[in-house]
């Protein structure tokens, strides 16, 4: 059973940086690209960055583009996003989430499984 552990949220002020770490396990983790996807209240949850199985390749938001990196541990089995220059509309709930395929992509149903999310607040 695949299991997707989030850390890392918090509140920081606008300007500062997070980084964001998702734990995986049940899986061969190298062989499933990784995304991350936030979602605020009445809104759909909307893609953030996504990386491949291999950790060549990745894709971002534009809203996040220039300020957020996404990387991957495949030793470790570990996702991360690195997020600076943060400002409020950054305010989410972020998930992590594990790919059909190796290749990335940033459609939802292009993923299987979801962490339970962790809470960023940006404040001005």
């Known amino acids: 059973q695949v299991q997707l552990v989030e850390s890392g949220g918090g509140l920081v002020q606008a300007g500062g940086s997070l980084r964001l770490s998702c734990a995986a396990s049940?899986?061969?983790?190298?062989?499933?690209?990784m995304g991350w996807f936030r979602q605020t209240p009445g809104k759909e949850r909307e893609f953030v960055a996504t990386?491949?199985?291999?950790?060549?390749?990745?894709l971002y938001a534009d809203s996040v583009l220039g300020r957020f990196t996404i990387s991957r541990d495949n030793a470790k089995n570990t996702v991360y996003l690195q997020m600076n220059s943060l400002k409020p509309e950054d305010t989410a709930v972020y998930y992590c989430?594990?790919?059909?395929?190796?290749?990335?992509?940033?459609?939802?149903?292009?993923?299987?499984?979801w962490g339970q999310g962790t809470q960023v607040t940006v404040s001005s």
């Open positions: 989430a594990e790919g059909s395929t190796v290749v990335a992509r940033d459609r939802l149903h292009e993923y299987d499984y």
């Open positions: 049940g899986r061969a983790f190298s062989r499933y690209a």
């Open positions: 990386v491949s199985g291999s950790g060549t390749y990745t």
